[in-house]
Every structure is written in C-alpha cells, then in structure tokens.
C-alpha cells in the first residue's frame, strides 16, 4: 500500500510542476487532463501527508518518553495516545482512498421508475418515488429535467424518467437500482386492510457518446401526437418520439418537449444509457463472486427496500437497517441509508481488495 501511495505522491508533484510549463498551459486539453488528474490524487496525497506528519511526531513523541522528566513522560504519553489514534484512522480513510473508482461515480443520473404489482395502488407508489428523488435532488441541489412520465387519471405514476444532474449524482444514487415494496392501506380500500405494491427503479449513468456504439441504422424512429396534459402545440403536433432498437429490442419514448428534434435527442440519451447498462450487465455477469445484493451486483430484480406505513417505517434488507422516519424518508430524506450503502460497500471491497 505504502510503495503505491509514495508513487502517487511522486506522480502528483511531477503534474504540480508541469501544470505550471507555460508551453502545457497553451495545450488546454492536456492542461485540464493534468489538473483533473491532480483533482482525482489530491485527497490522496493530503491524507498521506498527514499520516507521515503523524508518524513523525509519534516518534518525537517517543524520544521524549525516554529522555524527558517526568511531566515531559506524562505529556507524551497523552500525545502518543492521540497520535496513534491519529495514525490508525488516517490507515483506515487512506484503503478506502485507495480502493477502485466507479469511473460513472461523477456521472448525472437517468433515473427511471415503473410501478409494478399492485394496479393504481403501485402507481401511486410511483409518484411517491419521484417526488422523493426530486426532493433529494432539490436538498444536493441538483437539476432534475423530467423526459418521459406516463400518468393515471388519479395521479399515479406507471413510468417516469428523469435525468439528474450535479456533481456525484451517480454515486450517491446508484444503490436506490432494484424493487421497493410498499406497504399500506390504500385510499380506495374501504376495509382498511393493507395491501402490497411495489414499484423498480433503475439507476443509469448518463454516458458520453464514445461510450456507445450506437449504429443509427439499428434505430427506428416513429413519431406520434402527444398525449396527456401539456402545453399549446403538444398535443397538437407530432412531436413525441418512439425509439425502437432493433438488435435489442430496446423501446424509448420522449414527449415532454413541444419540439421534436428536442424530444428525438433526449430519447437517444436514454437510449444510449440504457445500452451501456446492458454492456455493463454483461460485464458483471462475468466478474467472479459477485455479490447478491444490489450494492455491486447490479442485480435490479431483488427487493431493496420496505416503505411501510402503517409502522411509520423504512427498511433497507441489504444492509438491515430500519428506520423510523417514513415522513421524512420521503420527503428526500436519504442520506442515512445511503451512507449505510456506501459503508457497506467499501467494506466488501476493501475485503476483496
């Protein structure tokens, strides 16, 4: 670990010296690819200045155990008990620093909800999920833009997609990917009982054109009247579009735009998102011991998580965490189970690393 981290400090100082060659500085492309390079090493670097800062003074400390009187001993008892403190969980932060990047972890987000079983009562559940994630986007602050939603006479929701974009966005949501499960009585249910619904999220990283090859022979474009509520001219003109890619079988629809060019771009974004998942779906298929939960595997078909409202409660089976906080939980509320997510992750990977 320590031969790597001195090689990463050597790497930055070598970037430090040629950020500032007035011939690099006239090459912006390969100006900003040091300076993103340095961004990416910094944290690195500055925690394991700290941690030989710490070792340093540890053994100063030591000397003074040995050579000094005996108020100068009780003092460097005191600092050698901090110090390895300091030490330890400066090791801990500096394996976590170093483990695998997500290289999507800096991506925006296209976040697509679907209500499953359960008829109107999952697609109100639907419309409970956007609300939550626009609300979390709102507190991170965030742009939401909403590309496709597909509405019930009562206000449900049976599929939405919106792109999500700020900084870490991916990282943060990739974990929400999966089936969440609702529980409670719903407003049509005279008897009281509670029902079960549930509703799938899945989580896509927004993807550069490189990343896709996408051949646009292999794309059938129609293009339809809109419909549903919107402005003058949507529902007047052709200008939703359907998406269809043939070798896969992939459909995409945009309506949300008055403009046809508009909604034919943002339906190729969500194309291309949902190919590269599929790409990486094969490739993790193929990765050893993968992991049954979400946190890693990708797996989208395994229930993440309970809402249930009767009990006020919230509940993450991946990492066994309940909380009593629904309201807020879905008022955006997410960051408890989230960091638990991230936790747990970290660990596993630290355990493989």
Same mark, same amino acid.
Request: no cysteine; net charge negative; aromatic share 2%.
């Given at each position: 670990m320590f031969d790597k981290l001195d090689f990463i400090t050597e790497k930055y100082d070598d970037l430090s010296h040629k950020v500032s060659d007035p011939d690099v500085i006239a090459n912006q492309p390969v100006w900003q690819k040091y300076i993103k390079e340095m961004g990416e090493m910094e944290p690195i670097v500055k925690k394991y $200045? !700290?941690?030989?800062?710490?070792? !340093?003074? %540890?053994?100063?400390?030591?000397?003074? %155990?040995e050579d000094g009187d005996e108020e100068m001993r009780e003092l460097a008892k005191m600092e050698i008990s901090d110090l390895e403190e300091t030490i330890s969980n400066a090791e801990d932060e500096l394996k976590v620093l170093l483990l695998p990047k997500d290289p999507n972890d800096e991506k925006n987000v296209?976040?697509?909800?679907?209500?499953? $079983?359960?008829?109107?009562?999952?697609?109100l559940f639907g419309a409970d999920l956007l609300r939550m994630y626009t609300r979390y986007a709102e507190r991170n602050r965030w742009k939401t833009e909403l590309m496709d939603m597909s509405e019930t006479g009562i206000g449900g929701v049976k599929e939405a997609v919106m792109l999500i974009k700020g900084k870490g966005a991916y990282s943060r949501l990739k974990f929400e990917s999966g089936a969440h499960r609702v529980q409670r009585v719903p407003e049509t249910e005279s008897s009281g009982r509670v029902h079960t619904s549930a509703a799938t999220v899945a989580v896509l990283p927004e993807v550069d054109d490189v990343e896709v090859d996408l051949d646009p022979n292999d794309v059938r474009v129609d293009v339809y009247r809109?419909?549903?509520?919107?402005?003058?001219c949507v529902n007047t003109t052709d200008s939703a579009v359907r998406l269809t890619h043939e070798p896969t079988g992939l459909v995409v629809t945009c309506q949300d735009e008055k403009s046809q060019i508009k909604n034919k771009d943002k339906a190729f974004k969500v194309l291309k998102a949902r190919l590269y998942d599929l790409e990486m779906q094969k490739q993790q298929d193929e990765i050893a011991g993968q992991r049954k939960s979400q946190v890693g595997s990708g797996d989208r078909s395994e229930r993440i998580r309970t809402y249930n409202f009767p009990q006020g409660r919230v509940s993450d089976h991946r990492i066994g965490l309940t909380l009593y906080k629904l309201d807020s939980f879905l008022d955006g509320d997410l960051d408890e189970i989230i960091d638990g997510l991230i936790t747990d992750d970290q660990a596993r990977k630290m355990a493989e690393f």
């Open positions: $200045t !700290e941690y030989k800062k710490a070792k !340093e003074d %540890l053994a100063e400390a030591k000397e003074m %155990l296209i976040l697509e909800i679907r209500a499953g $079983t359960g008829g109107e009562e999952a697609a809109a419909s549903g509520n919107g402005g003058q």
